[in-house]
């Protein structure tokens, strides 16, 4: 079992191999982890907030739109440590993809379903 404190470096390590033209481009975003979705015990990522494409003139003084990675799920469906850090990965890239306007289906295409 991968302990809290080892997952979130997990994570870390995630986002640090992101382009960093994309961290930069990234706006008013927090990254946490959880240890499962309240709703979808299921759910590995969620994204929450306004997309960078949906964002106008007007936006403004709001809280940080948040990118949630639940770490019990994701050591649900993973049996070695090596698993898990290629599901953080994926997570982390999908749920960024959708900080970026990026929806499901588009993300299935491209294979980060």
């Known amino acids: ?24 481009a990234m706006d008013n975003v927090v990254v946490l982890v959880e240890d499962r979705n309240p709703e979808d015990g299921a759910l590995l ?3 929450e907030g306004i997309a960078l494409t949906e964002r106008h003139s007007d936006y403004g003084g709001v ?6 990675l639940y770490r019990e799920a994701i050591l649900d469906i993973c049996d070695t440590e090596e698993q898990v850090v290629e599901e953080v990965a994926i ?6 993809a959708h900080h970026f306007g990026i929806d499901e289906e588009t993300l299935h295409e491209l294979g980060w379903g």
């Open 1 to 24: 079992m991968i302990g809290r404190a080892r997952f979130e470096e997990l994570v870390s390590d995630a986002l640090d191999e992101i382009p960093p033209a994309l961290t930069r």
């Open 45 to 47: 990522g969620l994204y």
């Open 63 to 68: 809280l940080p739109d948040r990118i949630t």
């Open 91 to 96: 997570t982390v890239v999908h749920e960024i």
